[in-house]
């Protein structure tokens, strides 16, 4: 099993671009997160789903979009790139309903100039 | 919304000394508690985790924590901490069902010689 996968590992975009950001895992775990890290600020939940075609904000939700079409595959989305998305990213796939561990893919930094 | 609160955001100990770090939450009902840990560049590792039953909880690499209802409270410890333990501690929260899953803003552990 790769367990979580996500691409790019690295990116830099300008202003106003917009880019999607992969995350994939071969576990057919029902839940999937995404989180962005920040120093200082932990991680926060930007987009969540509790299965294919169900998804859910988080704390963090704007200028981002989510779908989730099949159980593998949860895309994040950045509409329009501002200097403030720059973080690293992490998707995370988790057993769902009374198991909650995060199983966290390598991250993506990513770099708005 | 669920929340985390972990009080240090540096702790220095020197190699062999006992360790604990404080995690304090506030979520309405039974919540699923999780420590996890990142090494520099790294992802997230699950240490541990508290869903129900006893209190006391075992984790990997020695660790272990106490959930305190009374205190909202899941702090982690271990007896003799290693050079190889300094790294960022997370704190989380989250409820059955539900994948909005709350961290904390992370720990930092230095370990002296």
């Known amino acids: 099993n790769a367990g979580v996968t996500q691409t790019p590992k690295f990116q830099v975009l300008k202003t106003g671009q917009s880019m999607t950001l992969q995350c994939a895992q071969d576990?057919?775990?029902?839940?999937m997160s995404w989180y962005r890290q920040d120093p200082g600020m932990g991680l926060r939940l930007i987009h969540y789903?509790?299965?294919?075609?169900?998804?859910d904000q988080g704390e963090v939700p704007n200028g981002y979009n989510v779908s989730r079409s099949t159980t593998e595959d949860f895309p994040l989305r950045l509409l329009s790139a501002a200097p403030s998305q720059t973080s690293v990213y992490f998707c995370?796939?988790?057993?769902?309903?009374?198991?909650?561990?995060?199983?966290f893919g390598p991250g993506t930094r990513l770099t708005v100039t | 919304a669920q929340s985390v609160t972990q009080p240090d955001i540096h702790i220095t100990v020197s190699e062999g000394a006992s360790l604990e770090l404080r995690c304090n939450y506030s979520?309405?009902?039974?919540?699923?508690l999780f420590w996890y840990v990142q090494s520099p560049g790294q992802g997230l590792q699950l240490l541990l985790k508290y869903f129900s039953g006893d209190t006391l909880v075992q984790g990997i690499k020695g660790f272990e924590a106490e959930f305190k209802r009374s205190q909202s409270s899941f702090n982690l410890r271990k007896p003799s901490v290693h050079w190889s333990d300094a790294a960022e501690y997370f704190c989380a929260v989250g409820a059955r069902g539900n994948n909005d899953m709350r961290f904390g803003a992370g720990t930092r552990l230095t370990v002296k010689p």
């Open positions: 789903s509790v299965g294919a075609g169900i998804t």
């Open positions: 979520y309405g009902a039974t919540p699923y």
């Open positions: 995370a796939s988790s057993p769902g309903l009374a198991d909650l561990r995060q199983y």
């Open positions: 576990m057919n775990h029902e839940y």
